[in-house]
T-cell receptor
Framework: ETGVTQSPTHLIKTRGQQVTLRCSSQSGHNTVSWYQQALGQGPQFIFQ???????GRGNFPPRFSGLQFPNYSSELNVNALELDDSALYLC??????????????FGPGTRLLVL | AQTVTQSQPEMSVQEAETVTLSCTYD???????LFWYKQPPSRQMILVIR??????QNATENRFSVNFQKAAKSFSLKISDSQLGDAAMYFCAYRSPHSGNTPLVFGKGTRLSVIA
């Protein structure tokens, strides 16, 4: 067990709707990263939050947004859902500091299906 | 930008035998971190082993070990005494040591089957 939890485990939405996914970081971790994993592919980086601020973003449109809260839990919001947003969404937490181990620990993921 | 390549989409191994999964990467950085993650059908991405580039000694975790060749930019994973529970997707990943925007960069994965 990594101590990283995600909710919900599964979700079905229709095109155009909005969705919020949640992640609870491992205790003591200050950084959370979100990844999208399409079927049969490796995870792709969406964005990263460090101490409640976004400090990195992958090649995803602005309709993908997020938040990190003072307790370092996080949300991923996706607006105007498209069929291609169907994927496994992974949250990973880490304790990032200069010289740190840079090890990210993953939650079990949320499987999103957009119809 | 860094890239990670796993050239073996699928591998199989007999139970109790040894298997090696390949990974190469491309980077201009001299210091970095490399990881192998395992993703079973349950979907959870589990850390298998980690290697710091500045360490010449290859990392080992029980039955799992790596062959890290920095000059060749190669980072292979060896699984000894394979068990049925080792069957999963294995992902090789790279992470820059710098603070800030340093996501994991993943390869496309290798699906490992273990034959009883």
């Amino acid at each position: 067990e990594t101590g990283v939890t995600q909710s919900p485990t599964h979700l079905i939405k229709t095109r155009g709707q909005q969705v919020t996914l949640r992640c609870s970081s491992q205790s003591g971790h200050n950084t959370v990263s979100w990844y999208q994993q399409a079927l049969g592919q490796g995870p792709q980086f969406i964005f990263q939050y460090y101490r409640e601020e976004e400090n990195g973003r992958g090649n995803f449109p602005p309709r993908f947004s997020g938040l990190q809260f003072p307790n370092y839990s996080s949300e991923l919001n996706v607006n105007a859902l498209e069929l291609d947003d169907s994927a496994l969404y992974l949250c990973a937490s880490s304790l990032d500091w200069t010289g740190g181990s840079k090890t990210q620990y993953f939650g079990p993921g949320t499987r999103l299906l957009v119809l | 930008a860094q890239t990670v390549t796993q050239s073996q989409p699928e591998m199989s191994v007999q139970e109790a035998e040894t298997v090696t999964l390949s990974c190469t990467y491309d980077t201009s950085e001299s210091d970095y971190y490399l990881f192998w993650y395992k993703q079973p059908p349950s979907r959870q991405m589990i850390l298998v082993i980690r290697q710091e580039a500045y360490k010449q000694q290859n990392a080992t975790e029980n039955r799992f070990s790596v062959n890290f060749q920095k000059a060749a930019k190669s980072f292979s994973l060896k699984i000894s005494d394979s068990q049925l529970g080792d069957a999963a997707m294995y992902f090789c990943a790279y992470r820059s040591p710098h603070s800030g925007n340093t996501p994991l960069v993943f390869g496309k994965g290798t699906r490992l089957s273990v034959i009883a």
